[in-house]
């Protein structure tokens, strides 16, 4: 079994920071990819960040220069700092890895809850 869990979402005024984190617990081997998405009310949901495990980044396009993801595979935590806040950056906001549970076994997909992060103008 497999759990992530975000935290740090809540409400900032627009041009401020917020940190999000994902903490994976459970039977794991290896955390292939972790990524960052988010769904604003009646869109879809859209990939903003991801982070390889040998820390390669990428980033959408909105978000560039304001986002930063991170990753410590020690501890199987993810983050994701986010400056300059603005009000389209209000969404929720969901951490997802790409796992394996064991040395030979599949990569698999895995989703957390979800953290609201509303940014007021």
């Known amino acids: 079994q497999v759990q992530l869990v975000e935290s740090g979402g809540g409400l900032v005024q627009a041009g401020g920071p917020l940190r999000l984190s994902c903490a994976a617990s459970g039977s794991i081997f290896s955390i292939n990819v972790m990524d960052w998405y988010r769904q604003a009310p009646g869109k879809q949901r859209e990939m903003v960040a991801r982070?390889?495990?040998?820390?390669?980044?990428n980033y959408e396009d909105s978000v560039k220069g304001r986002f930063t993801i991170s990753r410590d595979n020690a501890k199987n935590m993810g983050y994701l700092q986010m400056n300059s806040l603005k009000p389209e950056d209000t969404a929720v906001y969901y951490c997802?890895?790409?796992?394996?549970?064991?040395?030979?076994?599949?990569?698999?997909?895995?989703w957390g809850q979800g953290t609201q992060v509303t940014v007021s103008s």
């Open positions: 982070i390889t495990r040998g820390g390669s980044t």
């Open positions: 997802k890895a790409i796992i394996r549970r064991v040395l030979v076994g599949p990569l698999e997909n895995y």
